[in-house]
């Protein structure tokens, strides 16, 4: 799936080839339909979908959002119709268009995350599953698993040993060594990464004394996370050999390029989504101008260039 | 209903009425929007602030089309001090609008700056040829500069003040009650939440379905697809609806109002 746009743009990551290496993140570009609108959904390189998880869920009270400068607050809580809905109502409609689809799976217990996964992976309308351990907003199955590479790795070969498709594990960086996390996730069978999720946070109303969201805390997203999801990449992509989709706080080509320099494979547009539907598009482009300047064949020469030296 | 799009508009007047500034954007002849829905527009701010903010149409004529921005924070404060000719970026129009039928004897209540769609809607409901009460609460006189006056002379609306320095003393709540509501038999209705609430507990049992109230709540992509903005549904399974996409108009039966009053802050 994915023809290139540009020769230049295309990448291939885990046998799926992108037509360039702008994705979207889950929970910033719904299931694709909300924006089916605004852009024509074979122009991104990827689609990762919103959280799913076994059962309906209704996801936190409001407010769930909360604007800070240079970032976002949110506490969504992985509201979902569930995977069977999911399944029947928004994969099917996204199997039309020509772009690959990771599928975001949650869960509140190993046995869930393990149905889910198997359930999409049966399918056949996914092309990758990326595993949620890292969601900042509900008590189980998000930063449980995060915080410990013991139980992350647990999780990961349970959930390899159901599915047949490539196995994409979501780390936070709030966790005590990220490098340790991703080496434990890649033994126990990941086939790649995405880093990084939204950072656990908080903001208080100082008029009433109270928490902006209802849920307390959120996690931030936005150009604030940016600087931190670097150095998670740069960190991660230097012990381990699977590939990496880089995110947080991309706003511009500048802010891809970056993290493609640290060590991402591909990168993830997410908050800037909200603000600019054809943001991944635009800066797949102005990516491409900026390889065309540099002199690179193809943006895949990119990837891992700040350890290799820079460009000289 | 209009699907939205992404464009930018030049500003081509500006005029402040106290704490609200009504903004006319210079857009396609062809554009259409309705009363209820709203503009997302792309606010700058001195200290980073990064999202849009929505905004209710308050009017479209042939080539414009204007909110009104009340000054509610970094984002608000931009918007308002941008001069004519300046160009903003907007996506819209957005979201449900509210639907008339004109056989319908209606009541519209707006409090403080939720004007901006009633006056919408009651201008295109008497082109319809029907003929809507509008009630507007304010809390001081001051506050809206000379709209009250100019509006007084333009439309058929009862103005309530809280001090009781323009029209009625009084809310918009309490003046739309001594006036029969028994008489109105679709109730439309823009404000602050607490408003909504009480005019909810005023209308009870199968009165409740004759309301539409248009709300507010934070947003970030305005399409429906964040699930940030929601309110209760009144469903039993105790789920949600999007502000920006199933909203922000919704019937009164839609909404679950004692999981809404059980939020206590804005
Ligand atoms: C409103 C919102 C909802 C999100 N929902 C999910 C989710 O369901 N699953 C997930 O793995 N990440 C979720 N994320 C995290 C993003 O996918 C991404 O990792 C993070 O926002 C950092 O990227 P950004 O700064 O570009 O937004 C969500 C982020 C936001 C802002
Ligand atoms: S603002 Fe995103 S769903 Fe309403």
Redesign the interface.
């Known amino acids: 799936m994915g023809t290139p746009q540009e020769p230049r743009l295309a990448v291939e990551i885990s046998g799926i080839n992108l037509r360039n290496p702008l994705l979207v993140s889950s929970?910033?570009?719904?299931n694709g339909r909300?924006?089916s609108?605004?852009l024509d959904l074979g122009m991104v390189g990827g689609i990762i979908t919103k959280a799913v998880t076994l059962l309906?869920c209704?996801?936190n009270?409001?407010?769930?959002?909360?604007?800070v400068?240079?970032?976002?607050l949110?506490s969504?809580g992985l509201?979902n119709k569930g995977v069977e809905a999911f399944l029947a109502e928004d994969l099917a409609w996204l199997n039309r268009f020509d772009v690959p689809v990771w599928v975001n799976v949650a869960g509140f217990s190993d046995e869930e995350y393990v149905a889910v996964a198997g359930m999409i992976s049966d399918s056949g309308m996914a092309d990758a599953i990326e595993l949620n351990i890292s969601c900042p907003n509900v008590k189980q199955g998000g930063l449980h698993y995060s915080s410990s590479p013991r139980e992350a790795a647990r999780l990961t070969a349970m959930v390899q040993k159901a599915v047949n498709l490539p196995l994409y594990v979501k780390l936070s960086a709030r966790t005590a060594d990220i490098k340790e996390m991703a080496v434990e996730v890649q033994k126990a069978g990941a086939d790649g990464l995405s880093l990084i999720n939204t950072f656990p946070a908080m903001a208080i109303?100082v008029e009433?004394g109270?928490a902006r969201l209802?849920n307390v805390s959120g996690g931030l997203s936005?150009?604030a996370l940016h600087p931190i999801a670097v150095l998670a990449v740069w960190e991660v992509a230097q012990v381990v050999d699977i590939p990496i989709i880089g995110m947080g706080g991309v706003w511009s080509w500048k802010d891809a390029a970056e993290l493609m320099m640290a060590g991402a494979d591909a990168v993830a547009v997410g908050?800037l989504?909200?603000?600019?539907?054809?943001a991944a598009f635009r800066i797949a482009e102005d990516l491409g101008s900026f390889a065309a300047r540099k002199g690179f064949e193809s943006v895949s020469e990119l990837v891992g260039l700040t350890r290799r030296g820079g460009i000289v | 209903m209009n699907?939205?799009s992404?464009f930018s508009a030049p500003i081509i007047e500006k005029s402040v009425y106290g704490c609200l500034t009504r903004v006319v954007f210079g857009v396609d002849q062809a554009y259409l929007a309705e009363p209820g829905q709203f503009l997302h527009v792309?606010c700058g701010s001195e200290?980073?602030?990064?999202?849009?903010r929505p905004y209710s149409l308050f009017d479209t004529a042939s080539g414009t089309a204007s909110i009104l921005v009340k000054e509610a924070g970094p984002g608000s404060a931009w918007l308002a001090r941008r001069e004519v000719g300046e160009e903003i970026d907007c996506m819209g129009p957005l979201g449900r609008p509210f639907s008339f039928s004109i056989f319908d004897r209606p009541a519209l209540i707006a409090g403080g700056a939720g004007i901006a769609p009633l006056i919408f809607l009651y201008k295109n409901m008497c082109s319809e040829g029907m003929e809507p009460s509008l009630f507007w609460g304010i809390e001081r006189s001051g506050d809206y500069g000379d709209m009250p006056e100019s509006i007084l002379a333009e439309f058929q609306v009862r103005i309530a003040s809280e001090d009781g320095r323009v029209g009625f003393k009084g809310t918009a709540l309490e003046l739309f009650t001594s006036q029969q509501p028994e008489d109105f038999s679709a109730i439309y209705a823009c404000g602050p939440r607490g408003m909504l609430i009480e005019l909810t507990e005023i209308m009870i049992g199968d009165r409740r379905a004759r309301l539409q109230l248009s709300f507010e709540?934070?947003?970030?992509?305005?399409?429906?697809?964040?699930?940030?903005?929601?309110?209760?549904a009144s469903d039993p399974?105790?789920?949600?609806l999007t502000v920006c996409?199933d909203g922000p108009v919704f019937e009164g039966k839609e909404l679950d109002w004692a999981?809404l009053k059980s939020?206590v802050?804005q």
Do not use: H, Q
């Not at chain 1, 009270?61 to 604007?67: A, F, G, T, Y």
């Not at chain 1, 989504?273 to 054809?278: A, G, L, R, S, T």
């Not at chain 2, 709540?217 to 209760?232: D, I, W």
């Open positions: 929970g910033t570009f719904g909300e924006y609108e605004w309906p209704n996801g009270p409001p407010p769930r959002l909360w604007e400068p240079c970032g976002l949110n969504i509201e109303d009433t109270r209802a936005g150009p908050t989504n909200f603000v600019d539907p054809e | 699907l939205g992404k792309l200290d980073g602030r990064i999202l849009r709540e934070r947003m970030a992509c305005g399409v429906g697809a964040c699930k940030g903005c929601v309110v209760p399974a105790g789920s949600y996409k999981r939020r802050w």
